[in-house]
C-alpha cells in the first residue's frame, strides 16, 4: 500500500469504503463490538460530513454547481426563505473551508466553487435527486 501523500483521492475512497463497509457488515452480523479499529474511519466521515450538512450548506453548494458564478441577490433569490444575515455567515463558512472563492469585479461581487466545491457539489447531486424523488417520512 503506498504512504498516504502518494495515494489518488480516488483509492483514498476506495479504501476507506471497503473499511466501513467491513466495519458495518460485521457490526450488523454481530462479529465485533463498536469499540473497534473501526470507529476511526466512522469518526474521520463524521468530521468530513459535519460542516456540509449544517442548514443552508448543501443547498448553497448546489445552487452554485447549477447556476454558476453566481452574486449574493441571485443566490438568496434562487434559496428562498434564507435571510441575508444567514447567507452572509453561511457563504463565509464555505469560503472558509475553501468549498467556494468570493470574487470582486469592481462593485461586483460573485460566488464560485472552487474545484474542491465543485467535486463536492457533484458528488451531492446524486444524493439530493435521490431524496426529491423518494420523500422521507414515516415508514
Known sequence: ?????????????????????SYTDALRENRCRRTTRFDAHVDATLQ??????????????????????????????????????????????VVQQGLVVR???????????????DVVARHLHPLLFYLRTHPMGPP
Open 1 to 21: 500500500m503506498a504512504p498516504l501523500g502518494e495515494e489518488t483521492d480516488r483509492a483514498l475512497f476506495r479504501r476507506h469504503l471497503e473499511a466501513l463497509t
Open 48 to 93: 468530513v460530513f459535519s460542516p456540509l450538512f449544517l442548514a443552508w450548506m448543501m443547498e448553497i453548494l448546489f445552487v452554485l454547481y447549477m447556476h454558476g458564478p453566481t452574486r449574493f441577490s441571485a443566490l438568496k433569490r434562487h434559496l428562498g426563505a434564507i435571510s441575508s444575515r444567514v447567507l452572509t455567515d453561511k457563504l463565509a463558512d
Open 103 to 117: 470574487t470582486t469585479n469592481g462593485k461586483r461581487i460573485e460566488y464560485a466553487l472552487r474545484p474542491r466545491g
